[in-house]
T-cell receptor, first 115, second 112 residues
Framework: AQKVTQAQTEISVVEKEDVTLDCVYETRDTTYYLFWYKQPPSGELVFLIR??????QNEISGRYSWNFQKSTSSFNFTITASQVVDSAVYFCALSEARGDYKLSFGAGTTVTVRA | DTEVTQTPKHLVMGMTNKKSLKCEQHMGHRAMYWYKQKAKKPPELMFV???????INESVPSRFSPECPNSSLLNLHLHALQPEDSALYLCASNQLGANEQFFGPGTRLTVL
């Protein structure tokens, strides 16, 4: 069975602060995919990143960066110099690499960035 | 075209009504998904269509009936819903091999 844990329910920061969202996962598969999605108040889930289980290279995209550590089964997400537009619910998700590629979502972390 | 569209955006219905939700994508994706999302919860998978065939039904009550008329369209027919079915209904698609699911904006359903 696959499981994703996002221990932080809510995080509140002041603009320009950095914020790190934790994600820990469990799976018996050797090949799998990890994702982060952003859900702003409008409701649409926006795809941010996909990481394959065999690729532990960290990634940076603008103010966003991701740290994948297979040894600790973690896939953490950092927003640098946060902005009000970053306020949203962020979901970490895990997918099997077969069949219909079902997504298992974490509970989500609500990030509020105050001006 | 890299988007998934859903109609209507909002829907209010009574418990005896019959209505349908519609989802469309023109990315050539061969898998399409319906999710239900309650407030402050993650999306819950309801159905998966793979190559236009229903491949997963996550024990969803029969008052929800999915339909995939072609590779670009996905419908969710609603009948005799309960107030607890009020939620955001999200549609998604993916290319299977490429793996990330692309989500539509959702339909906010209220059952009175």
């Amino acid at each position: 069975a696959q499981k994703v844990t996002q221990a932080q329910t809510e995080i509140s920061v002041v603009e320009k602060e950095d914020v790190t969202l934790d994600c820990v996962y469990e799976t018996r598969d050797t090949t799998y995919y990890l994702f982060w999605y952003k859900q702003p108040p409008s409701g649409e889930l926006v795809f941010l990143i996909r990481r394959n289980s065999f690729d532990e290279q960290n990634e940076i995209s603008g103010r966003y960066s991701w740290n994948f550590q297979k040894s600790t089964s973690s896939f953490n997400f950092t927003i640098t110099a946060s902005q009000v537009v970053d306020s949203a619910v962020y979901f970490c998700a895990l997918s099997e690499a077969r069949g219909d590629y079902k997504l298992s979502f974490g509970a989500g972390t609500t990030v509020t960035v105050r001006a | 075209d890299t988007e998934v569209t859903q109609t209507p955006k909002h829907l209010v219905m009574g418990m005896t009504n019959k209505k349908s939700l519609k989802c469309e994508q023109h990315m050539g994706h061969r898998a399409m998904y319906w999710y239900k999302q309650k407030a402050k919860k993650p999306p819950e998978l309801m159905f998966v269509y793979s190559y236009e065939k229903l491949s997963i039904n996550e024990s969803v009550p029969s008052r929800f009936s999915p339909e995939c008329p072609n590779s670009s369209l996905l419908n969710l027919h609603l009948h005799a819903l309960q107030p607890e079915d009020s939620a955001l209904y999200l549609c998604a698609s993916n290319q299977l091999g490429a793996n990330e699911q692309f989500f539509g904006p959702g339909t906010r359903l209220t059952v009175l």
